[in-house]
């Protein structure tokens, strides 16, 4: 007997990105030239694990943050999952 094939999981694109920030109540990054784009990743599971490590990384930084963009989202407006 055959195992089932396993059906691959769909493909939601998320980009991780990350910079200071000028203000903390606002999303404006002091300097784009600066602004370390991460990667994309499959799935926000594997954004989120790379996005933790980024920001325990420079946890001492107050002005530096990071974040998960769902590209996916952006790509397919009406896709919600």
Do not use: C
């Not at 691959?8 to 602004?35: C, N, R, W, Y």
């Not at 990743?41 to 001492?60: E, H, I, L, S």
């Amino acid at each position: 007997m055959t195992p089932p094939s396993k059906t691959p999981d769909k493909q939601l694109l998320h980009l991780v990105i990350g910079g200071e920030l000028e203000d903390m109540d606002a999303i404006t990054f002091k300097d784009l030239s600066k602004v370390d784009i991460v990667g994309v990743y499959p799935n926000y599971a594997a954004a989120y694990a790379v996005w933790k490590a980024k920001a325990q990384m420079t946890v001492d930084n107050a002005e530096m943050r990071y974040f998960i963009v769902h590209l996916h989202r952006l790509l397919s407006p009406g896709m919600d999952e």
